[in-house]
């Protein structure tokens, strides 16, 4: 099954009978060096980046080398499989820690990893975040825009989430969708982790909703130092962001938005300057 399916529906009024696309649902089970490890349920496509993502973003290692391929299959009756092979010190801590470290549950498309790690932990496993760059608010209120653009799923179908990666300057580096919004910021880091565009460097990670802790710490793990949502962020979100020094964005709609951390990296539009020099 594809990222859509095609279902028939009543439409009112009129009562009349029709065709309609709905997002696809389905579970992906993640394996580790073949045990199991967790079942999500996602919109299939982008699998090898999603599980490579999740790897990365949930701390199964800390560094691209450490993963030595994704293998999509389709082994179990449920649904797909993804067997990540690990290498280097990630694979001794696997084999050493799989027993407690292994997850056998059910994460729901529209939950993260809610509460399973402390900030001090994490804060401690977070890479140096790109600094030293700004980025405007007219170019930060163009972004929406430009992420919907790449939606071609959400057009079809409105049941969506997606995350995009962003250059300062505005161009798009990778636009992924999912039922998860979590599963669509995992796509999008497995796309760089895959492509060794790690860590990610100057630039703007977008999501559709809202900012949760667990967004900002998938962020954060791979090296992106600006968040934005065209939602609200969770008071835990801008604690987080604080304590990692990245910059936290939400609310972002239109020309408005609201700066709840590191507004260092939102810089003064060039047009909106005062004139340098004298008269």
């Avoid at 490890?37 to 980046?49: F, K, N, Q």
Wanted: a negative charge; aromatic letters at 4%; one cysteine or more.
């Amino acid at each position: 099954m594809g990222e859509t399916t095609d279902v028939r529906v009543t439409r009112h009024p009129g009562g009349v009978e029709d065709g309609d696309q709905l997002a696809t649902e389905e579970p992906l089970e993640i394996r580790v060096d073949g045990d199991p490890l967790a079942v999500t349920m996602r919109t299939p496509g982008h699998d090898a980046e999603l599980a490579a993502g999740f790897c990365l973003t949930e701390g199964l290692i800390d560094h691209p080398d450490e993963l030595e391929r994704a293998d999509p299959c389709t082994l179990a009756d449920y649904g797909n499989v993804v067997d990540v092979t690990l290498a280097g010190a990630a694979r001794d801590r696997w084999a050493e820690q799989r027993t407690k470290a292994r997850r056998e549950l059910y994460l729901s498309s529209s939950c993260g990893l809610c509460g399973t790690r402390s900030i001090d932990r994490i804060e401690r496993r977070i890479p140096p975040l790109a600094v030293g760059f700004t980025v405007s608010p007219v170019m930060l209120s163009r972004l929406p825009r430009r992420m919907s653009e790449s939606q071609g799923v959400f057009a079809q179908t409105g049941g969506l989430h997606a995350a995009g990666l962003f250059h300062a300057d505005g161009g798009v580096r990778v636009v992924r969708e999912d039922v998860g919004r979590h599963n669509a910021v995992d796509k999008v880091v497995g796309a760089l982790l895959l492509s060794g565009q790690l860590p990610a460097g100057p630039g703007v990670l977008l999501v559709s909703g809202r900012a949760s802790f667990e967004l900002v710490q998938k962020a954060g793990r791979a090296g992106i130092g600006f968040l934005a949502a065209v939602g609200a962020p969770s008071s835990l979100a801008v604690e987080a962001a604080r304590r990692f020094g990245m910059t936290l964005v939400g609310f972002l709609r239109g020309e408005r938005f609201n700066v709840y951390a590191g507004g260092e990296r939102v810089g003064d539009d060039p047009a909106s300057r005062p004139p340098s020099g004298g008269g």
